[in-house]
């Protein structure tokens, strides 16, 4: 599996951004597609994720709830991760990652969930 992240990009505090990562390869129509990001000299941390089957079931870290909004595009293997009101803090490497088969909600936010990871696209939020 080949995860491929959008370009990210410098945005003004306050302004919006949208990524996309498209998977390819042997993809399935269940799992889970997210998103982490990792600021200069933290730990890599849980953005956002959803899952492909059913309702598209999503979980948010606490810090970019109502701010950042995940989907879908299944026909296209495709998820989004569209950013508004972003902050300084917003500032890291945001990578794209995916499992199929994880099993509960919670551990859709746990990195070693995750079996296939994207290259990573850098973030950065002027003040």
């Known amino acids: 599996v080949q995860l491929q992240a959008s370009r990210g990009g410098l945005v003004q505090a306050g302004g919006s951004l949208r990524l996309s990562c498209a998977a390819s390869g042997r993809t399935f129509s269940s799992g889970v597609m997210g998103w982490f990001r990792q600021a200069p000299g933290k730990e890599r941390e849980f953005v956002a994720a959803?899952?492909?089957?059913?309702?598209?079931?999503?979980n948010y870290a606490d810090s970019v709830k109502g701010r950042f909004t995940i989907s879908r595009d299944n026909a296209k293997n495709t998820v989004y991760l569209q950013m508004n009101s972003l902050k300084p803090e917003d500032t890291a490497v945001y990578y794209c990652?995916?499992?199929?088969?994880?099993?509960?909600?919670?551990?859709?936010?746990?990195?070693?969930?995750?079996?296939?990871w994207g290259q990573g696209t850098l973030v950065t939020v002027s003040s």
């Open positions: 959803i899952r492909r089957s059913g309702g598209g079931i999503t």
């Open positions: 990652a995916a499992d199929w088969s994880i099993a509960t909600t919670q551990a859709m936010g746990r990195r070693g969930s995750y079996s296939f």
